[in-house]
């Protein structure tokens, strides 16, 4: 079964680039309208021009910063403002940052979990009772495979993107027998500038990666077939349930050496 989408609104927050932007290609590609929202206006001016040549789009820009705890009502305000009932609702910005104990910036921890746990909850409560009252629509809340174990030196992202999967399901259980569809996604490491903004730019570098678009099909393709969760590619998948098999302890430690520094800092882990 495909879900709802030909002139259907779509909302995409963290549509500038990376994993956003592709869903917007793809859900413009199925017939979506779109409103976009992220801090950089011309991506976002850039990236509507491009789906209404090449689909006729049609196009909402909302400039937000989702570190900022007014945002989501106010976005969810102009969107009210503008008529839009919303169809979907893709919870996709989030920020990450691999640092140490000492050089941890504590704001930076902050916004992070403002950005990716606080707004997403807000967003998703704002959107739903109207999809629920009117019996369709959903929410997809973009997680990560880092969601299924804790990660050292990354540990406020991967324990916000664990909130994210838990909120998600719980959501889908209570929502699914009514038309509704909440799905948590889980990629991969991903081609995207995700990895320089959190502080390891050689990361793609030494891993493998998917591209957004094979990710953002693969999210669809859980969408339509209203999963609860979806993790993108069979690997990914294979290793989000061997870490279920590992004790706590092993899967903690077999962490270290994703991010570990090369040359610690006095007190950084031996
Ligand atoms: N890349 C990966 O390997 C990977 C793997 C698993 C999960 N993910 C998740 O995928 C999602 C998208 O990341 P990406 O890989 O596509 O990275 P990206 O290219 O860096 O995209 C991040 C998006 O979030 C937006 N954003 C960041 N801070 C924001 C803020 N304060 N307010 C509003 N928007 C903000 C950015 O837009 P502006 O800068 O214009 O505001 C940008 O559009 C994230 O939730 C990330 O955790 C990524």
Redesign the pocket.
Known sequence: MTANYADRWGVI?????????EFARQLAARGMHLVL????RE?LQNLAEELYTAHGTKTEIII????DPAEPQRICGRIKELGVDIELLVN?????DVSTIEDADSQRML?IIQ??ITALTELTYLALPEMLDRGTGGVIN?????AFQPVAYNGVYSAS?TYVLHFSESLWAEARKRGVVVMAF?????H????V?SGVPDWLEKHS?QS?AVAVRAALKGYDKRRQYYVSGWKNYILSLLVRLATRATAVKGSVKFFKPKKPKDGGEK
Do not use: H, M, Q, Y
């Open positions: 927050t963290g549509a500038s680039s990376g994993i956003g932007a929202t992220a801090r950089r991506l937000g910063d989702l570190s996709n910005a989030g920020i990450g916004d950005v990716n973009v997680a990560s495979v880092a993107k889980c990629p991969g490491t991903t995207t500038d995700f990895f903004e990666s957004p």
